[in-house]
């Protein structure tokens, strides 16, 4: 993966930019593992051996300006169409929802747009662009594989261009990167056409 940081956007954000590197760095590995590294290569010493490694994650709204950040600095991302696209990918998901069944909460299937940018902005940042074109293709073939049973695993549409588990430990995952990538390995035929993204709405 190649980054570029900005230290100007960096300041619009009210991040320093070493804040920004060390922000990076705990969110890639957790910072257990990233000090437990440097200590064995000697780059980091302990002031003596009892020393604890403190671990640290990053919250889930600063993840999230981390990306800003990295996807401002390299001036290649268009937000106005991320939306348009955003807007799209919404078209080709179902109407309603899923409850949690512990708190009640509502999650519905077709998500928000600006949630769905965000997405868009970590998808291109750590898989590369992609033409509307094709994320659309996959976002049709992701529901229409489905069958109209849109019950766990199917994803909300955020969390089908990319799912930020790192605030939790967990890594970055995308089920668009894996339609896209699979798209000649699929086993049979799913029908996108319009129609079918009509009769799903209804």
């Given at each position: ?153 199917f994803q909300m549409a955020n969390y089908f261009v990319c799912k930020d588990n790192r605030n939790k430990g ?33």
């Open positions: 993966m190649k980054i570029t940081i900005d230290e100007k956007i960096c300041l619009k954000h009210k991040m320093t930019l070493p804040e920004v590197l060390l922000a990076l760095a705990i969110r890639a590995q957790g910072s257990d593992d990233i000090v437990e590294n440097l200590v064995n290569r000697e780059i980091l010493i302990r002031p003596n051996e009892k020393a604890p490694l403190i671990t640290y994650l990053v919250t889930q709204h600063w993840s999230d300006v981390l990306d800003e950040i990295i996807s401002d600095s390299g001036g290649n991302i268009d937000d106005d169409r991320l939306l348009k696209l955003a807007e799209e990918i919404q078209k080709c998901y179902p109407q309603g929802f899923k409850r949690d069944e512990r708190t009640g909460t509502k999650y519905y299937h077709k998500s928000n747009k600006v949630a769905i940018k965000q997405a868009l902005k970590r998808f291109i940042t750590n898989w590369g662009d992609v033409s509307d074109e094709d994320i659309i293709d996959a976002t049709k073939r992701y529901v229409a594989s489905f069958k109209g049973n849109y019950n766990y695993p967990g890594e970055l995952t995308s089920s668009l990167a894996t339609f896209l990538e699979n798209k000649e390995s699929e086993e049979e035929e799913v029908n996108t056409n319009e129609d079918w993204t009509i009769k799903s709405r209804n």
